[in-house]
């Protein structure tokens, strides 16, 4: 089973700022690593798929990077809505599916 | 529109049962592969179980192997997920979610529905 590690477990950051969460792999997945947002009461949200590829509705702000066994979110200039829980998923070689145990964005 | 709207969830005994269901609409159901993932209050997002568009391949979690039976129909666009055998652990959020053809990551997802087993 592919172990996802995600960090930091909680990230304070100011409205405007720049927001970076990582995400390991315990193997390679080559791209085969999606984003999603949770909000509290809320199905998660499709973000990024392919490592990179923006999903449909996403705004630019958001974007992924990497490749193999380490992978990064970014958000470029955080907004109020974007405050909520990340979590990444492999899908590389499942099953199992697997995923981070989440990021925590919070307000600064 | 893509929808997904979870039902079935409950208040049940540990050794029950419950029957989840998913009615997906706004897209070809029968061309597509479904999941189920649940999620423990507070904890984070555990897959359970997949099957392909046509039934064919079927797959779980270990947490569940034996006790839960995914299933479809689609003719009425639907997806099922029978829980036997609940223990305190199972409760959760009962989501479920559709893989994009083609990449694999979980493109849609329902509300979800709650499952509590509790005596």
């Known amino acids: 089973e592919i172990v996802m590690t995600q960090s930091p477990a909680t990230l304070s950051v100011s409205p405007g700022e720049r927001a970076t969460l990582s995400c390991r792999a315990s193997?390679?997945?080559?791209?085969?690593l999606a984003w999603y947002q949770q909000k509290p009461g809320q199905a998660p949200r499709l973000l990024i798929y392919?490592?990179?590829t923006r999903a449909t509705g996403i705004p630019a702000r958001f974007s992924g990077s990497g490749s193999g066994t380490e992978f990064t979110l970014t958000i470029s200039s955080l907004q109020s809505e974007d405050f909520a829980v990340y979590y990444c998923?492999?899908?590389?070689?499942?099953?199992?599916?697997?995923f981070g145990q989440g990021t925590k964005l919070d307000i600064k | 529109e893509v929808q997904m709207v979870e039902s079935g969830g409950g208040l049940v005994k540990p050794g029950g049962s419950l029957r989840l269901s998913c009615a997906a609409s706004?897209?070809?159901?029968?061309?597509?592969?479904m999941n189920w993932v649940r999620q423990a209050p507070g904890k984070g997002l555990e897959w359970v179980s997949s099957?392909?568009?046509?039934?064919?391949?079927?797959h779980y979690a270990d947490s569940v192997k034996g006790r839960f039976t995914i299933s479809r129909d689609n003719s009425k666009n639907s997806l099922y997920l029978q829980l036997n055998g609940l223990r305190a652990e199972d409760t959760a959020v009962y989501f479920c979610?559709?893989?994009?053809?083609?990449?694999?990551?979980?493109?849609?997802w329902g509300q979800g529905t709650l499952v509590t087993v509790s005596s």
């Open positions: 979610a559709r893989v994009a053809v083609g990449t694999g990551d979980f493109d849609y």
């Open positions: 706004g897209f070809t159901f029968s061309s597509y592969s």
């Open positions: 099957i392909s568009s046509s039934s064919f391949y079927i």
């Open positions: 193997q390679s997945i080559s791209s085969n």
């Open positions: 392919g490592a990179s």
């Open positions: 998923q492999q899908y590389n070689d499942w099953p199992p599916y697997t």
